[in-house]
């Protein structure tokens, strides 16, 4: 999946410590990609990136996939439900868990 990169000053240089809130996000976003690579179709995958990970709006994406906005939020929660529940059978319980 495709998330935003941290600005510049977010990133350690060498013999620096990465700030924490950057190192959380990165292991998050690793999860949670390895959890759409392995439950989500293709077409599930590429909404979530764009209209949870990136700026695109549910007519956007409806209108390029030649769905509804309506179609592309069930589906995108539909995809949603399936992370969460795949996560949990790998031992995760809530949000906290990344923490």
Excluded: N
Excluded at 29 to 43: I, P
Excluded at 44 to 61: D, F, H, N, P, Y
């Amino acid at each position: 999946m495709d998330f935003e990169e941290p600005d510049e000053s977010a990133v350690a240089r060498p013999g620096e410590t990465q700030r924490p809130d950057v190192a959380v996000l990165a292991e998050v976003r690793m999860v949670l990609s390895y959890a759409a690579g392995h439950c989500l179709s293709d077409r599930e995958r590429q909404i979530v990136e764009r209209c949870v990970c990136g700026k695109s709006s549910l007519a956007e994406v409806g209108g390029e996939m030649d769905v509804t906005r309506e179609r592309v939020r069930q589906l995108r929660d539909g995809a949603l439900m399936r992370m969460k529940e795949y996560l949990r059978a790998l031992g995760f319980k809530h949000s906290s868990d990344f923490l």
